[in-house]
């Protein structure tokens, strides 16, 4: 027998109320870009280590700006500085509801898969004669296997 972890429901008004949040939070961050793969593979990372090493280029940008080209804007930095260190902690929440949203619907998915499998089991053993054969044939396709290569190269041969 399969162990049930989450026995819940998510009702449409729910489910519209938990979208509507994540539009509002959209909205709120009108700013967020999005990166292609390229792009995010050829930016420099600021990971915790280098927070320190930000923090402290900020204050020496803006008690020594004599030394920086003209061209360079000490408040755009801090800006970047200030936005980076209000997200971070978004950031770190909403990757802990998604790892939660994630791990529950991984679960809740194995278990109906798991209570699937014991419907079609119980069908292919007891669903002869009952009506159920089309059924279990529909189901049954579920585990078909297509002829792999390794077949086709020897028919080949």
Same mark, same amino acid.
């Given at each position: 027998?399969?162990?049930?972890?989450?026995?819940?429901?998510?009702?449409?008004?729910?489910?519209?109320?938990?979208?509507?949040?994540?539009?509002?939070?959209?909205?709120?961050?009108?700013?967020?870009?999005?990166?292609?793969?390229?792009?995010?593979?050829?930016?420099?990372?600021?990971? %915790?280590?280098?927070? *320190?090493?930000? /923090?402290? =280029?900020?204050?020496? &940008?803006? $008690?020594?700006?004599?030394?920086?080209?003209? #061209?360079?804007?000490?408040?755009?930095?801090?800006?970047?500085?200030?936005?980076?260190?209000?997200?971070?902690?978004?950031?770190?929440?909403?990757?802990?509801?998604?790892?939660?949203?994630? %791990?529950?619907?991984? *679960?809740?998915? /194995?278990? =109906?898969?798991?209570? &699937?499998? $014991?419907?079609?089991?119980?069908?292919?053993? #007891?669903?002869?004669?009952?009506?159920?054969?089309?059924?279990?044939?529909?189901?049954?396709?579920?585990?078909?296997?297509?002829?792999?290569?390794?077949?086709?190269?020897?028919?080949?041969?």
């Amino acid at each position: 027998m399969s162990t049930t972890r989450i026995s819940a429901t998510l009702t449409q008004t729910e489910r519209d109320a938990v979208l509507q949040a994540i539009a509002t939070i959209k909205e709120k961050l009108p700013f967020l870009v999005d990166l292609s793969a390229d792009d995010r593979k050829a930016l420099p990372k600021m990971g %915790d280590k280098s927070r *320190a090493f930000v /923090s402290i =280029a900020l204050e020496v &940008a803006a $008690q020594n700006p004599e030394f920086l080209p003209r #061209s360079f804007d000490i408040d755009e930095m801090r800006k970047d500085v200030q936005l980076f260190e209000a997200l971070y902690p978004v950031l770190l929440s909403l990757t802990q509801l998604q790892e939660l949203v994630d %791990d529950t619907t991984l *679960a809740v998915g /194995s278990e =109906a898969y798991a209570a &699937a499998l $014991q419907v079609y089991n119980y069908a292919k053993a #007891s669903g002869q004669g009952g009506g159920l054969d089309a059924v279990v044939v529909e189901m049954g396709r579920r585990f078909a296997r297509k002829a792999g290569k390794a077949k086709s190269q020897k028919a080949v041969l």
